[in-house]
């Protein structure tokens, strides 16, 4: 069971802003989803060694060369702000 | 002249115009119009005019694309709010691929929010309609790509599948669809979900279009490091029978719970026309197969959480105003993100989280291992998995989308192949109370040249009619 406190620091940990009706849905559903996932539980997994990637890629490498790649104006274009040559974001500690 | 068209498969579509039978700006004028008039919800962006064609083997037969893929210069908003009118500067690989061999851009489709959910319910851009009976829903999360394709408003259309988004569409509108082994198509340029999961591939009428398609779709990418070449050639199929070919069934999960009767029934007549193709049937078992969804649903989520981060208002898409950085973040992602990716997201930070990684994220990642070493232990007395891709036919609208749990089961026979990074099909194997059943055939990772081979034996002989929904969708 996930509760208030908990859904209210993982949502802080996401940086996801959660309306008060949203908090009172979302930690009901997220329980029983946690709780269907529990019975992973059941399973012998002394072991097992885990797979983050399936199939055998080596590390892929190529030449430590400078190539084309997007011009900056082209990179900047689809952002809500732009100055200068770079992104325009708030400042962390506000005005 | 229209009605011929229509009735054309793209192979078909391709080979006419190669002999002169058929022009291609009316091909692409035919399908522009009906694109353009879609009433199921299908399109988020359709092509006013033909772009520059390239000549090549698709033959200039238009391609829809799920709005998933990125297309330069032209909206590609991932069914999310948060990516509303965003057109990317560049081009996925998959999408530049397919143009490269012939096939022009027709339009974007309607998807699940960043690929999300198995109904298409979960779109900023309104739900997609079934055209066999358009009170429900079309599958998901490639619902535009396959209501699109079944109701004849495009030739074929590029999905992705990450837990059965491409198979499970496809079986609940009676298309063939394709997931292809991990790794085989690029995923540069595809939005990110689960990165260890994602696959793009077909969509199509039948076999042979998704094997035309697909051998112009394969290859190694230098923008994609987990990219790896085709070991040969994909080959168009030609069989007619199934001779020699070992057909394993998971007994324990095909007679399980929540499997509607009609699905069993239909799914029992194509392993009898299986056996008179000359195929043995055996039994087989996946135990893991229940957790298979479960640790589906840590992996994916956890991938997503990190993916999903990229979405902040900084570089792209929806930014809230805000006093400082972080209430810009928070307050950015709060409005931008519908209520299945939210709570995604918060499942796969959760499994992430300080105290929570070895319980949930670690012992999902062993799991993926065990039900890998399952379905390898089967490839080696069986040729191929057989199952139906769904549990039942197309739900209807609003049915399942108070219960996220329940909707997530639809997806308890595409997942095991997910994680193991297995190709797979789903092929219509007939209707129950007129709504298409799907069959899914998987095998080991690049068999994709026999499975197609199988698949195309066994569709000649189910001799499924699409054409009642292709009539329909305008």
Redesign the interface.
């Known amino acids: 069971m996930?509760d208030r406190d908990?859904?209210l620091h993982?949502?802080r940990?996401?940086?996801?802003?959660?309306?008060e009706d949203?908090l009172q849905t979302?930690a009901a559903?997220?329980s029983?989803?946690?709780d269907?996932?529990?019975?992973?539980?059941?399973?012998d997994?002394e072991g097992?060694?885990?797979?983050?990637?399936?199939?055998d890629?080596e590390d892929?490498l190529?030449a430590d060369q400078v190539a084309r790649s997007?011009p900056r104006e082209?990179?900047l274009?689809?952002?809500?702000?732009i100055r200068d040559d770079g992104?325009l974001?708030?400042?962390?500690?506000?005005? | 002249m229209a009605d011929d068209i229509q009735a054309l498969s793209a192979a078909a579509a391709a080979a006419a115009i190669a002999d002169g039978g058929l022009a291609r700006a009316e091909l692409f004028e035919h399908y522009r119009a009906r694109a353009a008039a879609d009433e199921l919800n299908a399109f988020t962006w359709v092509a006013e005019d033909e772009p520059t064609v390239i000549n090549g083997p698709l033959g200039g037969v238009p391609l829809a694309v799920k709005d998933l893929f990125c297309t330069e210069g032209i909206p590609s908003q991932a069914g999310s709010k948060i990516l509303e009118r965003?057109?990317?500067?560049?081009t996925a690989t998959a999408v530049a691929n397919l143009a490269a061999a012939g096939a022009p851009l027709l339009g974007k489709t309607n998807q699940d929010e960043f690929a999300m959910g198995s109904s298409n319910e979960n779109s900023a851009y309104g739900p997609v309609l079934n055209p066999w009976d358009r009170s429900r829903v079309p599958g998901g999360s490639s619902g535009g790509s396959a209501a699109a394709v079944a109701a004849g408003l495009a030739p074929w259309a590029l999905g992705t599948d990450t837990g059965g988004s491409i198979r499970q569409p496809a079986s609940l509108c009676g298309i063939v669809g394709l997931k292809p082994t991990?790794?085989a198509v690029s995923r540069y340029g595809m939005i990110a979900f689960a990165s260890?999961l994602d696959s793009a591939g077909p969509l199509t009428r039948d076999v042979t279009d998704a094997a035309l398609f697909y051998r112009n779709l394969v290859g190694r990418d230098?923008a994609d490091?987990?990219s790896?070449a085709f070991p040969g050639p994909i080959d168009l199929p030609t069989s007619e029978r199934l001779d020699g070919i070992t057909l394993a069934v998971p007994t324990a999960l095909v007679d399980g719970e929540g499997i509607e009767a009609g699905v069993r029934e239909s799914f029992e007549a194509s392993l009898e026309t299986a056996r008179e193709l000359g195929a043995t049937i055996v039994g087989c078992e996946i135990p893991?197969a229940?957790?298979a969804l479960?640790?589906y649903?840590?992996i994916a989520p956890a991938e997503a959480?990190s993916n999903l981060?990229r979405f902040?208002?900084?570089?792209?898409?929806?930014?809230t105003?805000?006093?400082?950085?972080?209430?810009?973040?928070?307050?950015t992602?709060?409005d931008g993100?519908g209520?299945e990716v939210?709570?995604r997201?918060?499942?796969g930070?959760?499994a992430l989280?300080s105290g929570y990684y070895d319980a949930?994220y670690?012992?999902?990642?062993?799991?993926?291992?065990?039900v890998?070493r399952e379905l390898a232990e089967i490839f080696t007395k069986a040729d191929f998995i057989a199952t139906p891709t769904s549990p039942t036919v197309a739900f209807r609208l609003g049915e399942r989308t108070a219960d996220?749990?329940a909707m997530?089961l639809s997806d308890l026979f595409t997942i095991p192949m997910s994680?193991?990074?297995t190709p797979a099909i789903s092929i219509p194997s007939g209707l129950s109370e007129g709504l298409p059943v799907g069959l899914q055939i998987c095998g080991p990772?690049f068999s994709e040249n026999r499975i197609l081979d199988a698949a195309h034996a066994l569709e000649r002989a189910i001799g499924f009619d699409g054409a009642a929904a292709r009539s329909g969708g305008v």
Do not use: N, W
């Open positions: 996930i908990e859904l993982v949502a940990l996401a940086r996801l802003a959660l309306d949203e979302t559903e997220l029983s989803i946690l269907h996932v529990a019975t992973i539980d059941e399973l997994l097992i060694e885990p797979t983050a990637h399936i199939g890629v892929s190529r997007l082209v990179a274009a689809p952002a809500p702000a992104f974001v708030p400042s962390p500690q506000g005005e | 965003y057109c990317p500067p560049y991990y790794g260890s230098s490091a987990t790896v893991s229940p957790y479960s640790a649903y840590v959480s981060a902040d208002g900084v570089r792209y898409g929806l930014r105003e805000a006093s400082t950085l972080d209430a810009m973040y928070t307050q992602r709060h993100f209520a939210k709570r997201i918060l499942i930070t959760y989280s949930y670690g012992r999902a990642q062993r799991v993926r291992t065990v890998s996220p749990l997530y994680l193991a990074g990772a």
